[in-house]
């Protein structure tokens, strides 16, 4: 079945840049959105924005002028860029498997990702 | 954009007893709500679809309902498993969004 695995690092300093990717095995990443979602610490999920391979990408108000979604089908990886970071971006970071009728039913362990120097 | 309400935020409720969560959209979103169980330190998981469809491999224990701009997510004979945060969640349009979820405790 398919499965997604997180990974990138787990401490970023402020005002750099985050940088997530999403491993995607068990299937191919075409003909579905791929969204990421985080939770800081005893807080509720927010999700961040979706992208479909080969198409656009939407993106939640509250963070769109620092997010940036991109997708490699050759890789079967989609990547999440947050720019300017402060220790309010620190939380799980989760990417998940979605479309249209199903809202998102694959989703990955996640990743904690620390801002902090 | 529309928010998603989630009520109660927490609730405790005893192995057998039925409960029931409620969603509300500050707008209709015809049918296109999802619901998802957290289990503590766990991801989410997908329990309902469209409102009222149930996952495949989910509990039949389970059980969406609703359209426009109220939903209910009932839980029958609560089991100790079920102890974790539901969280409603829309898709309506090209923004998803989450409530702010309920947190199910057992007594």
């Known amino acids: 079945q398919v499965q997604l695995q997180e990974s990138g690092p787990r401490l970023v300093k402020p005002s750099e840049t985050l940088s997530l990717t999403c491993s995607v095995s068990g299937g191919f990443i075409s003909s579905y959105y791929w969204s990421w979602i985080r939770q800081p610490a005893g807080k509720g999920l927010e999700w961040i924005g979706r992208?479909?391979?080969?198409?656009?990408?939407n993106y939640n108000p509250a963070l769109k002028s620092r997010v940036a979604m991109s997708a490699d089908t050759s890789k079967n990886q989609i990547s999440l860029t947050l720019t300017s970071v402060s220790a309010a971006d620190t939380a799980v970071y989760y990417c998940a498997r979605g479309n249209a009728v199903f809202g998102m039913d694959v989703w990955g362990q996640g990743t904690t990702v620390t801002v902090s120097s | 954009d529309i928010q998603m309400t989630q009520s109660p935020s927490t609730l405790s409720a005893s192995v057998g007893d039925r409960v029931t969560i409620t969603c509300r959209a500050s707008e209709s979103i015809s049918s296109w709500l999802a619901w998802y169980q957290q289990r503590p330190g766990k991801a989410p998981t997908l329990l309902i679809y469209k409102a009222s469809s149930l996952q495949s491999g989910v509990s039949s224990r389970f059980r969406g309902s609703g359209s426009g701009t109220e939903f209910t997510l009932t839980i029958s004979n609560l089991q100790p498993d079920d102890l974790a945060t539901y969280y409603c969640?829309?898709?309506?349009?090209?923004?998803?969004?989450f409530g702010q979820g309920t947190k199910v405790e057992i007594k």
């Open positions: 992208i479909y391979p080969g198409g656009n990408s």
């Open positions: 969640q829309k898709y309506n349009d090209y923004l998803w969004t």
